[in-house]
């Protein structure tokens, strides 16, 4: 499975836009991109999958350039509350393999 | 729909004891799996059931068990608990076996050994 690297920790404050770059060197071509975010003492929520491109929902958007390298996280206007650790994750698909978790990175939202 | 439920939530053993955790995926969902969280060591993968079967496990020692029962509950087992398997364990579930369905994660359970 491709290793993801990601900055340990992001400082932002909140209304403003948060971009988390992932960079997966080794992704394969059945590979997707995941991030999961989490707060202390819960577990992982996931936040937004893709393959290629830009994707977007109510929460985030993911956007993947062509050679799908690296991804690039996008939180619009966070809010104290988005304080948590992203998980940036490859997912083999039709792979037995579950979700392979890094370091993360820890996102402080300061008022 | 109800979430991912976990039993219990906070659990103090001794070293040498062993503790069965419990989880109950969301309505509907087959694959169960299970995860280790530390400080040092960040998420780690432990396994993975769906319909009754371990279709994988992570790189732990074999006193790490599960098991999942027909209606797609699952436990997993410890046994001969050491220091270092004080942690969080996460269960989560779903849907289907694909690897690229979302997973829903329960709140965990806090085991602390002694």
């Known amino acids: 499975l491709a290793k993801t690297t990601q900055p340990i920790s992001m400082d932002s404050y909140e209304g403003q836009e948060v971009n988390i770059t992932c960079s997966h060197n080794?992704?394969?071509?059945?590979?997707?991109i995941t991030w999961y975010q989490q707060f202390p003492s819960q577990g992982p929520r996931f936040i937004i999958q893709?393959?290629?491109t830009k994707v977007t929902n109510e929460v985030a958007s993911l956007f993947i350039p062509a050679d799908r390298k690296s991804s690039t996280l996008s939180l619009p206007r966070v809010s104290l509350s988005d304080t948590a650790v992203y998980y940036c994750?490859?997912?083999?698909?039709?792979?037995?393999?579950?979700?392979?978790f890094g370091s993360g990175t820890r996102l402080l939202v300061r008022p | 729909k109800a979430g991912v439920t976990q039993t219990p939530r906070y659990l103090i053993k001794t070293r040498g004891q062993q503790v069965t955790l419990s989880c109950s995926p969301i309505?509907?969902?087959?694959?169960v799996s299970w995860y280790q969280q530390t400080p040092g060591q960040g998420l780690q993968f432990l396994f993975e059931?769906?319909?009754?079967?371990?279709?994988n496990k992570g790189n732990f020692p074999g006193r790490f068990s599960g098991r999942q029962f027909s209606n797609s509950r699952s436990e997993m087992n410890v046994s001969t608990l050491e220091l270092g398997d004080s942690a969080l364990y996460l269960c989560?579930?779903?849907?289907?076996?694909?690897?690229?369905?979302?997973?829903?994660f329960g709140p965990g359970t806090r085991l602390t050994v002694l």
């Open positions: 893709g393959y290629k």
């Open positions: 994750l490859v997912v083999k698909m039709d792979s037995s393999y579950k979700l392979i």
């Open positions: 309505s509907g969902h087959r694959s």
């Open positions: 080794n992704i394969a071509t059945n590979d997707y």
């Open positions: 989560a579930s779903s849907g289907t076996a694909s690897s690229t369905d979302t997973q829903y």
């Open positions: 059931y769906f319909s009754e079967t371990q279709r």
